[in-house]
């Protein structure tokens, strides 16, 4: 057992608060806090929000012990990584793409949701040395100080729930403890923020509402990432517990469909809601357009078919095509100063108690500067140099999203959802 990790924790009668108002510390304290920042930062319980690496743990060619290269199979965490860059864990993602309204699309999307739950638990069990799963604050951090990499599960899309909110408790009971209702386009639930045919439903359609019902019945952490900004003030207000958006970045600094305005920001705060800062590029500044690796990659993709249906060789054989498309056109990505001039405006609008990270690790995120989780100390490092102490860091790296998540829990008992 590692030395206890520090997450600040007040306990109150019917709710838990994690961390307290403090302005930043002063530019002298800051530049010694930068002296040891590594330090600082492995003290730190250190979470992401949103790590897409389920996709991978159904490949055979991927072992989550071995270290990988982002720039040779582009994956972004294992646990070597993940040690060194002092990453405790976070929520793992249940994702399946957006499909037809159909009963057949349902039906296909909840057997692949299945599977990548399962995919998590396999790797919890086969490498119950390094990884546990949690369905707690309390039990995440208890985790992390037996030296282990937690493991919290999410559903990116609830879609495969098809309009049976019966299943939603199935999979509460396999770990589920955060949801967002929507992805790329309008589902059932509700209306996408980057669907290209606009709103259907004006925010939540009537099932998107009974969802936000049962996921607070249940202790569910409801996230509005990917939704549409009516569907995120809706379900800031429905919802009886804070909401959290799990990857999401700031229109003041880029407007993009998948980023908020200070407004709403400023509405998720009142509430005591939470927003983690994504690292997808294209979502954080003007990239450079490339058609022409985009009509390679699609060529690729349909000559390959869907990846987690390849075996070793046809994934071997689809890496070594694309290792070919960035050679002759590299990706456009934004910098890390880009991901940071969102993180800053966040704070400084939204303050410490109220922001995290969720970078997208696996799932697209990623910026020139910081490419994979060995990199996320400098993170750390520049919130010092900005005046952010360690009080406020162990709120951002990990006790806001553990306080909401607890609200959620809490909520639950309260009523006897679960």
């Not at 995290?356 to 060995?374: I, P, Q, R, T």
Request: charged share 20%; hydrophobic share 40%; proline share 4%.
């Amino acid at each position: 057992m590692r030395t206890p990790k520090s997450v600040i924790i007040i306990l109150a009668t019917s709710f838990v608060l994690f961390g307290c108002s403090q302005p930043p510390v002063t530019t002298a304290t800051a530049v010694a806090a930068q002296l040891t920042a590594a330090e600082i930062h492995k003290k730190l319980i250190v979470l992401d929000s949103h790590l897409d690496t389920p996709m991978l743990l159904e490949l055979p060619s991927f072992d989550i012990t071995h270290r990988h290269d982002v720039n040779y199979d582009f994956s972004q965490v294992d646990l070597p990584r993940m040690i060194e860059g002092n990453l405790d864990g976070g929520f793992w993602v249940i994702y399946t793409p957006q499909g037809p309204l159909t009963l057949e699309g349902y039906q296909k999307s909840r057997n692949q949701a299945m599977m990548r739950a399962f995919a998590i638990h396999k790797m919890t069990n086969q490498f119950n040395q390094h990884f546990a799963l949690a369905t707690t604050s309390e039990q995440a951090i208890s985790v992390v100080n037996e030296g282990k990499r937690v493991v919290l599960v999410s559903m990116e899309n609830a879609y495969p729930l098809g309009t049976d909110l019966s299943l939603l408790p199935l999979f509460y009971d396999m770990g589920l403890r955060m949801l967002g209702p929507v992805h790329f386009k309008n589902n059932q639930f509700g209306d996408s923020s980057t669907d290209p045919d606009g709103q259907q439903w004006g925010g939540l359609s009537s099932l998107g509402k009974e969802l936000v019902i049962e996921a607070n019945r249940l202790g569910i952490l409801l996230d509005g990432s990917h939704a549409h900004d009516d569907l995120v003030r809706e379900m800031i207000l429905l919802s009886k517990t804070p909401i959290i958006l799990s990857h999401t970045g700031t229109k003041s600094i880029y407007d993009h469909p998948r980023n908020i305005d200070d407004e709403l920001l400023r509405a998720l705060v009142t509430s005591g809601g939470v927003i983690q800062m994504n690292a997808y590029s294209s979502y954080l500044a003007k990239l450079d357009e490339t058609p022409e690796r985009s009509k390679v990659f699609a060529a690729v993709m349909k000559e390959t078919g869907p990846i987690s249906e390849l075996d070793q060789d046809g994934m071997a054989m689809f890496l070594e095509k694309r290792r070919d498309i960035d050679k002759q056109f590299p990706a456009s990505k934004a910098s890390f100063e880009d991901y940071m001039k969102h993180f800053l405006h966040v704070l400084k609008i939204a303050g410490s108690k109220h922001v995290g990270v969720g970078a997208d690790w696996d799932g697209g995120g990623g910026v020139h500067g910081m490419m994979d989780v060995s990199m996320l100390p400098k993170i750390t490092e520049r919130l010092l140099s900005e005046g952010y102490s360690e009080e406020n860091l162990a709120n951002i790296w990990g006790g806001n999203m553990l306080r909401v998540l607890e609200e959620a829990r809490v909520y639950a008992e309260l009523q006897g959802g679960d």
